[in-house]
């Protein structure tokens, strides 16, 4: 079993609108970095958002901000959460395991209808993965700005130079 299989399986299955980024995107584009965590960018409707959360609740995930976690799929207050707060990702955590956690980034430089007509699928057994693009993911980690992140576009580059 894949880690995230279910929610990638449960993501299929009611068509949420998503792609996955951070450092399980870069494995699957070739990049080698210990993660644990899934890092997703998603489409920011409400209705898209209101079924990531009741499939990661129905999975046994929770929240770890002190919210109603369906409140990330209101845009008033997900907009709120960003200007007042600078959040920019909305955090899932889940019980029976504690190193399985996905952030759903909210404030983001790439915007998710303009990246989703460039995403790679993988498929992996009978399950499909929407990945951000190569250019999209080093324009991502341009912006975070952090030392693995440049180390990150620095290895990227490198793979696809290499390929």
Known sequence: MILYEEVFRQFQKKEVKYLLVGGMAFNLLGGNR???????????????????????????????QPVNPMDVAVRKIREDWIRNKNMKAFNF?????SYQEVDIIIDS????????????QFKIRDVNITVISPADFIKMKKCAGRDK??????DLQFIRKIK
């Not at 210990?34 to 499939?55: C, P, Q, W, Y």
């Not at 955590?93 to 395991?97: E, G, L, T």
């Not at 430089?109 to 790679?120: D, R």
């Not at 992140?149 to 620095?154: A, K, L, T």
Request: hydrophobic share 40%; glycine share 4%.
């Open 34 to 64: 210990n993660t644990l965590d899934m890092d997703i960018l998603v489409e920011m409707s409400d209705g898209n958002l209101r079924k990531i959360v009741a499939i990661l609740k129905k999975l046994g995930y929770h929240v770890k």
């Open 93 to 97: 955590y889940n019980d029976d395991s």
């Open 109 to 120: 430089p790439i915007q998710f209808n303009k990246a989703i007509k460039k995403a790679l």
């Open 149 to 154: 992140d440049v180390q990150d576009i620095q």
